[in-house]
């Protein structure tokens, strides 16, 4: 069995530049992609898709949201089961 540590990196996927940049605690199946998607706040909300530049760029514990656009949810930070498309 993985180490706490080794398991709570392979539930998140982040690509690109700081991706995911403040989130230290155990994130579940959050997948961030583009610059600054989820980068601001502290994810520790679980099943967030954000696609495109700072995308759910303030998220904290906000669960099962889904954002597609440049900045699309930009301000959402504790939301559940939002969907926002566009900029």
């Known amino acids: 069995?993985?180490?706490s540590a080794a398991s709570d990196v392979y539930?998140?996927?982040a690509i690109g530049?700081?991706?995911?940049n403040n989130s230290a605690n155990a994130i579940n199946h959050n997948v961030g992609i583009g610059h600054h998607s989820m980068r601001n706040g502290n994810v520790s909300g679980h099943r967030n898709v954000g696609l495109g530049p700072a995308t759910l760029y303030d998220l904290t514990s906000g669960t099962d949201n889904i954002a597609v656009g440049v900045t699309a949810a930009y301000n959402l930070?504790?939301?559940v089961g939002n969907i926002a498309i566009g900029s």
């Open 17 to 20: 530049y700081k991706v995911l």
């Open 1 to 3: 069995k993985p180490s």
């Open 11 to 13: 539930k998140r996927q």
């Open 77 to 79: 930070t504790t939301g």
